[in-house]
C-alpha cells in the first residue's frame, strides 16, 4: 500500500503547497520526495517542505486520474467512498468541497473545482460525506 499520494511519480512536476503559518502558497517544482519531506525548486532556490505543515497541495487534475482502489486497514476512510462528494474541514478553520478521488495511508486526494488536492490526513479535523 503507498503511503502517500506526492510520491517519486511526481518529480518534475509544478505544484502548489500551502503550509501551516503562511497566507500565499509556495509554488515550485517537486525535486525529491520521502516519507517525512517534500523537496521543490522555487525560484532557483531549494526549498525543504516538511508533510507535517502542509494544509494541502493543489496540483493538475490529471495527477488525479484514475481511482484508488485500494484497502486501508483500521479506517473509517475507505475506498468504499471514492467517488463521494465531500466537505473537509482543515485544523486552521479552513474548508474544502471536492470529489474524493485517492487514498493512501496518510494523504486523500480530492478533486476541486478543476484542480486536484492532496489533503495530508493530519490536517483535517473532521469530514463530512455530501453524497
Known amino acids: 500500500m503507498r503511503e502517500n499520494i506526492i510520491d517519486h511519480r511526481l518529480v518534475g512536476k509544478?505544484?502548489?503547497v500551502y503550509v501551516l503559518?503562511?497566507?500565499?502558497?509556495?509554488?515550485?517544482?517537486?525535486?525529491e520526495v520521502s516519507k517525512y519531506e517534500i523537496g521543490l525548486s522555487v525560484s532557483?532556490?531549494?526549498?525543504?517542505?516538511?508533510?507535517?505543515?502542509?494544509?494541502?497541495?493543489?496540483?493538475?487534475?490529471?495527477?488525479l486520474h484514475g481511482y484508488s482502489?485500494?484497502?486501508?486497514?483500521?479506517?473509517?476512510?475507505?475506498?468504499?467512498?471514492?467517488?463521494?462528494?465531500?466537505?473537509i474541514h482543515l485544523i486552521n478553520g479552513q474548508k474544502?468541497?471536492?470529489?474524493?478521488?485517492k487514498l493512501s495511508r496518510y494523504e486523500i486526494g480530492v478533486?476541486?473545482?478543476?484542480k486536484g488536492l492532496v489533503v495530508p490526513k493530519s490536517s483535517i479535523s473532521y469530514i463530512v460525506i455530501l453524497g
Open 111 to 114: 478533486l476541486s473545482k478543476g
Open 44 to 63: 532557483n532556490k531549494p526549498y525543504i517542505i516538511f508533510r507535517h505543515a502542509i494544509l494541502y497541495v493543489t496540483l493538475s487534475e490529471t495527477e
Open 21 to 31: 503559518g503562511r497566507d500565499d502558497p509556495i509554488e515550485g517544482v517537486i525535486d
Open 96 to 101: 474544502i468541497e471536492g470529489r474524493l478521488m
Open 69 to 87: 482502489q485500494e484497502e486501508l486497514e483500521d479506517t473509517v476512510l475507505t475506498s468504499d467512498l471514492i467517488g463521494c462528494e465531500l466537505e
Open 14 to 16: 509544478a505544484i502548489k
